[in-house]
């Protein structure tokens, strides 16, 4: 392994913002599911995820710039994550944490209605991989378990299969679509979803690509 790359694991260690559940950790189910806001926020905040997060700066972000909000970044890459603790640590933020974790652990990590709004940023289209793909059936099925009445979701992407995959998926859920464009900063450049970037989106921005994006309630 790099040796900077040990050097970030090993801090991460420290981090008390970042919890990395191990599987024995999940069964049978994560020790603050259902007690974020009690036992680490210790406020009633509402609850944002962010799936896939990477390294954070769309959490960090949000957080910033809204602070009665708790917010919690997931992603698998413990290196990546590393970015979006060391910047949570220097900033001092009380409103955001971290999981190490495959988002397909998020029924173990989070209660029934516990969540009031998830971000899917920029997840990877997995072609040929539905069940993988974060608005899959499967994931959303989750999604909709977790969260409280009328909660809202966010998918953000630069990839137009994926998009139009997840628009024909959603027709099979009770949702309310909010608002969908295959082109956010053309048709909505003054809405606020357009006013914080991710560190993928700000690579699309930069190279022209049209960044999709939908936005949806669960209407149970
Ligand atoms: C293309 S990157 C986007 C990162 C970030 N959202 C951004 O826009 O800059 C996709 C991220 O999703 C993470 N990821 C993919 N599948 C995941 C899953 N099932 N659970 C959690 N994270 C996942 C990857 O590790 C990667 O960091």
């Known amino acids: 392994m790099a040796k900077k790359k040990l050097i970030h694991f090993t801090e991460n260690l420290s981090f008390k913002h970042l919890f990395q559940p191990r599987y024995s950790d ?23 995820l962010e799936l896939g997060c990477g390294k954070g700066e769309f959490t960090v972000g949000l957080a ?85 009445p009328n909660s809202i979701v966010h998918l953000k992407t630069d990839d137009v299969p994926l998009l139009t995959y997840t628009m024909e998926i959603l027709k099979e859920f009770p949702v309310e679509i909010l608002l969908s464009t295959e082109n956010l900063y053309g048709e909505y450049r003054d809405e606020p979803v357009a006013q914080i970037q991710t560190f993928y989106e700000s690579m699309w921005l930069e190279q022209g690509k049209p960044i999709g994006y939908v936005k949806f309630r669960f209407r149970t």
């Open 26 to 48: 999940l069964q049978p189910q994560f020790r603050l599911k259902g007690r974020w806001n009690r036992d680490f926020f210790k406020n009633d905040h509402p609850i944002t």
């Open 64 to 148: 910033l710039k809204e602070k009665t909000r708790n917010y919690i970044g997931i992603d698998f890459k413990g290196a990546r994550l590393w970015r979006g603790c060391k910047t949570v640590e220097e900033q001092n933020l009380a409103n955001v944490a971290f999981i190490r974790s495959r988002a397909d652990h998020i029924e173990q990590l989070f209660d029934e209605g516990e969540v009031n709004e998830i971000w899917i940023t920029f997840p990877e289209p997995q072609p040929g991989k539905e069940r993988k793909r974060l608005t899959a059936p499967v994931f959303l099925r989750r999604y909709q378990r977790i969260m409280s």
